[in-house]
């Protein structure tokens, strides 16, 4: 059984990644208190093969009763229960936009006064020790509802019991590191597009910028020597039983040659058989 726990801030998607889960076949619940948790997994057990495929929400919501998480989740581990972990973060900023921005109360804004920012922080504090433990970590700061959707799509249309799914992410530095990011290349050290008036406008996906990138010797040298240490960690991961991997790759606005080595890399692993996604974040900025 795919047993999926979702988790996270406030504000930050768990109602529109539990929506994507149950477009792909899963039986979703919200809002249920941990200690609930082992008791709804031994009825979904039960009720096998209907029930093969199932995501619950747990969060603040619950108030006290959360606090119980960890303990309910070693149970599960001693019963050999098998489950994983879905974390959705995202920027304090972002946050307090939406909640202004959607006039909704934070759920422990009682607990500060109604202050938005005291309830976020408060809330990334006590969430920390969850995030740590993620098996699939995904920040939506910069993720639009169709993204997310995408990028859950990828992690759990098949079965997540399969090979680790490498998400490479192409990035402008000016914007700031992906916070999922858990390798980083800097390919600030190759000749840029921008400075070449034809290209300029263009982006990474665009063969002309591509072919720019690519014609360089430094670029050649970097891209066998990157190619070659992602194909030789990728085995080291799995034997770790990592279940997702994020490669972020960073130029100065995310347009050009990220955008072009990322997606040479998602191109390079599905060539191998490796599950992969690619996503450009900044390429409309």
């Given at each position: 059984m795919d047993f999926i726990i979702v988790t996270g801030l406030s504000g930050a998607g768990k109602s529109r990644a539990v929506d994507a889960l149950e477009d792909i076949g899963f039986y979703c619940v919200d809002n249920i208190p941990p200690k609930l948790i082992p008791v709804f997994y031994t009825l979904c057990e039960q009720a096998k093969p209907e029930m093969k495929r199932v995501a619950i929400v747990t969060d603040t919501r619950g108030g006290d009763m959360f606090s119980s998480l960890f303990e309910t989740l070693d149970a599960l581990r001693q019963e050999q229960k098998k489950y994983k972990i879905l974390f959705l973060d995202c920027s304090s900023d972002v946050l307090i936009h939406r909640y202004k921005e959607t006039r909704r109360r934070h759920p422990l804004s009682d607990s500060f006064e109604g202050s938005i920012t005291q309830s976020i922080h408060y809330e990334r504090e006590v969430l920390r020790p969850v995030k740590e433990a993620a098996d699939y970590l995904i920040d939506t700061t910069f993720l639009s509802p169709a993204q997310l959707k995408n990028r859950i799509s990828a992690l759990f249309l098949e079965s997540s019991d399969l090979s680790l799914l490498v998400n490479c992410v192409?990035?402008?530095f000016k914007y700031g590191l992906p916070n999922e990011a858990d390798l980083v290349f800097d390919v600030r050290c190759l000749p840029n597009p921008f400075y070449v008036e034809e290209l300029k406008n263009l982006t990474g996906l665009d063969e002309p910028v591509r072919s720019y990138v690519m014609k360089w010797e430094q670029t050649q040298g970097f891209l066998?020597?990157?190619?070659?240490?992602?194909?030789?960690?990728?085995?080291?991961?799995?034997?770790?039983?990592?279940s997702q991997l994020f490669v972020g790759i960073g130029c100065t606005g995310g347009k050009h040659r990220s955008v072009a080595l990322a997606q040479l890399l998602y191109n390079h692993l599905l060539e191998k058989g490796q599950r992969a996604s690619v996503h450009h974040r900044d390429i409309k900025k």
């Open positions: 192409s990035f402008g066998q020597r990157f190619l070659s240490l992602i194909d030789y960690m990728l085995p080291l991961y799995r034997s770790e039983g990592k």
